[in-house]
């Protein structure tokens, strides 16, 4: 006999079944992993829980330490950033600000001053004429503009070579600088990444090798170890 696909004329309708909601194995955000995994690596070595076959309690160990010093390193190298990029957007809002006049004294002196441009570093963007926003080719426009300033009579006005010579060097001298630490943030992040992947691997497997050693106190055993999930956060 079918069931039919439709209920009965005056059938309750069946509840949803709850949803259960577990928490996470592991913490999501990094401190709180290394609390755990700094935990496990101090407890591990004087626990009956055996090693795995593919990483010892030393290794393990390694594995955590190593992480930690990647994620302070990762960390000093964005703090180090921080300051040179501030001082980077202030200096292109004062070329921008300091670039009006520059074309003020090119509209004084030419009947088609957006002729001249181009020797100054100056680029159409859209409607407006302005120094390249890209801090690398902006940097080259800064040289071409200090270079044309005394060809055009320029270099002894007010924004002329005296102002804008100082601006052209910190400037060149800051993108080189954030260029390198970026790169060197990177590598560290990446380094900081692998880390973070090859530890929560070694955790994951961890908590299996509980379970399996001690089928019916894996909980506490679990707790022992550092895995407490009240603690994770979010």
Same mark, same amino acid.
């Given at each position: 006999?079918? /069931? ?41 070595? $004087?626990?009956?829980?055996?090693? &795995? ?13 190593? &992480? ?87 270099? $002894? ?16 001298? &800051?993108?080189?600088?954030? /260029? ?22 070694? &955790? ?31």
């Amino acid at each position: 006999m079918s /069931t039919p696909l439709t209920p009965e004329p005056g059938a309750k309708p069946t509840a949803p079944a709850p949803v259960v909601r577990r928490a996470a194995q592991l913490p999501h955000n990094l401190p709180a992993l290394l609390a755990v995994a700094d935990s496990v690596a101090r407890q591990w070595p $004087t626990s009956a829980l055996p090693e &795995l076959l593919w990483l010892s309690k030393a290794e393990f160990a390694a594995q955590v330490a190593a &992480l930690a010093g990647g994620h302070a390193a990762a960390d000093a190298a964005g703090d180090a950033r921080s300051p040179q990029v501030k001082r980077l957007e202030a200096l292109d809002k004062q070329l921008n600000k300091s670039l009006r006049y520059v074309k003020g004294y090119l509209a004084e002196a030419y009947d088609a001053p957006e002729a001249y441009y181009g020797e100054f570093g100056i680029e159409k963007r859209g409607k407006v004429y302005e120094l390249p926003r890209a801090r690398p080719e902006r940097v080259l426009a800064l040289g071409k503009l200090v270079a044309a300033l005394p060809r055009h009579g320029f270099g $002894t006005k007010k924004f002329g070579t005296a102002h804008w010579q100082p601006l052209a060097t910190e400037y060149a001298a &800051l993108v080189q600088q954030t /260029t390198a630490t970026s790169g060197d943030r990177s590598g560290k992040v990446s380094t900081k990444d692998q880390g973070e992947a090859q530890v929560r691997k070694a &955790l994951r497997a961890l908590i299996h090798h509980v379970k399996a050693h001690y089928p019916d106190t894996w909980k506490a055993e679990l707790r022992v170890l550092g895995f407490q999930k009240e603690s994770y956060g979010s």
